[in-house]
C-alpha cells in the first residue's frame, strides 16, 4: 500500500511517499522489516507496518492477559506477552530474550515449622541479681512449602 501524507519533523512540515504494509500483524511481526520470529518467514515482503497495523495489534494485546512463567531453576517468575512468546524464548533464550517483558524474584518456597518440644514455661533464674526469665524450648525445620508434614 502506498502511503502519502504530511509529515512534522523538528518543526518542519515535509511531504513522504512510501509503502507500507497495511495488513494485519501478530506480536511477532518485526514493524520495520517484517521478519516474523515465530516462523521465520516475512510478513511484510519487507515493507514496514502502517501505523494503523501495529496501533490495531496493540489495542489488542492490551485487552489480554500476559502470560506468566515461573521458572523454577532461576528462582523468577518471568512476564510474556503470550504462551507462545514464553514458548518461542525457551527454544533460544539469548537470541529471543527481548520476548521476556519482565521478571521478578519469585519467593522462598520453603516455610519454617515450629514444633514446639514443651508448652510449660520454664523460669530461669540468671546469674546478676534481680533478672530472671521464662525458657521455651523448640526445634525447627525447613521444607518446601508444598511438601507434607
Known amino acids: 500500500m502506498n502511503i502519502r501524507g504530511l509529515m512534522t519533523h523538528h518543526g518542519q512540515n ?3 511517499n512510501m509503502d507500507l504494509h497495511n495488513k494485519k500483524i501478530n506480536e511477532f511481526t518485526d514493524w520495520v522489516y517484517g521478519t516474523n ?3 521465520g518467514g516475512n510478513d511484510t515482503e519487507g515493507l514496514p507496518v502502517s501505523g494503523e ?3 490495531e495489534l496493540l489495542q489488542e494485546k492490551l485487552k489480554q492477559p500476559i502470560f506468566v512463567y515461573h521458572d523454577r531453576d532461576a528462582h523468577l517468575y518471568r512476564i510474556f506477552s503470550s504462551e507462545d512468546a514464553k514458548t518461542i524464548w ?3 533464550k539469548t537470541t529471543y530474550k527481548d520476548l521476556e517483558i519482565s521478571n521478578f524474584v519469585a519467593p522462598s518456597e520453603y516455610v519454617v515449622n515450629v514444633d514446639f518440644t514443651s508448652s510449660q514455661l520454664v523460669y530461669i533464674r540468671q546469674g546478676v ?5 521464662s525458657k521455651i524450648k523448640f526445634n525447627w525445620k525447613t521444607q518446601k512449602a508444598d511438601a507434607s508434614n
Open 14 to 16: 515535509k511531504k513522504y
Open 37 to 39: 520470529s515465530l516462523t
Open 53 to 55: 497495523r501495529i496501533r
Open 90 to 92: 525457551e527454544s533460544d
Open 129 to 133: 541479681e534481680g533478672q530472671s526469665g
